[in-house]
């Protein structure tokens, strides 16, 4: 008995592609694709055929699960928020030991995510297509930054004096765009080992840029 040069062997490992589909491993192996190519290239940097590629299934493939390579790329900033969000809310751990301490803790966290997860940062916030295209990304990213808007809630609410204390959304974006623009400057897409050099770790710089902040709003820091 003969064997053609492509089928499998006795004692071959099962190869992907329609075994992983019927056995429901399909949407996981595309998902883990897509984290390899948008760590190699962005999560702009690939075509749909090239995860098929890389799952090693069939061009048709992707389309049984996700409607192009836009909602693959949707699915994998989806789950990175979730994962996002639960790490921050436990980093927020109810605004204990205090509002301040806590916030601190959830940018420790931000970093921490950021340069873990390089390639699921990437898809969350350089992924190119509007939010409101898929609604269960929306729904994690809003989940994320509420963790950050009941911080800023409860930094308001510790203000010193009796002025007009500033919109806590204002001043959650404002925890969010300059966390975010450390974690662009240490981390980014592919670690450039180009970048310039700082004299300061991310940590120390992130907390040093929100107590400045914080303080200049007026909190007992």
């Known amino acids: 008995m003969s064997f053609s040069s492509d089928a499998p062997r006795p004692g071959d ?3 992907p592609g329609r075994e992983s589909y019927h056995h429901g491993n399909l949407p996981e192996a595309l998902v883990a694709a897509a984290l390899r ?3 190699a290239s962005g999560p702009a940097g690939f075509t749909f ?13 992707p389309y049984r699960h996700f409607r192009d390579r836009n909602a693959l790329v949707a699915e994998v900033a989806r789950r990175g928020f979730e994962a996002f969000a639960a790490e921050l809310e436990v980093a927020w751990n109810g605004g204990r030991p205090d509002p301040i301490a806590a916030i601190e803790s959830c940018g420790k966290a931000y970093l921490a995510f950021a340069r873990r997860e390089p390639a699921s940062y990437a ?5 190119g297509f509007p939010f409101d295209e898929h609604a269960g ?29 500033p919109p806590a959304l ?18 980014g897409h ?29 909190s007992p820091t």
């Open 37 to 39: 190519l948008i760590a």
């Open 123 to 127: 898809a969350m916030f350089e992924a």
């Open 49 to 61: 055929a090239e995860v098929a590629r890389a799952a090693g299934v069939s061009p048709a493939a």
């Open 170 to 187: 204002m001043v959650a974006l404002h925890l969010w765009a300059v966390a975010h623009g450390i974690a662009s400057l240490f981390v």
């Open 137 to 165: 990304l929306l729904v994690a990213s809003e989940r994320a930054f509420a963790v950050l808007r009941r911080a800023a809630e409860a930094a308001c609410d510790g203000l010193a004096g009796g002025g007009v204390r």
């Open 190 to 218: 592919g670690g450039n080992p180009a970048r310039r050099k700082l004299p300061m770790s991310a940590e120390a710089l992130l907390e040093a840029g929100w107590l400045v902040y914080l303080r200049g709003l007026g």
């Open 13 to 15: 490992a099962p190869r």
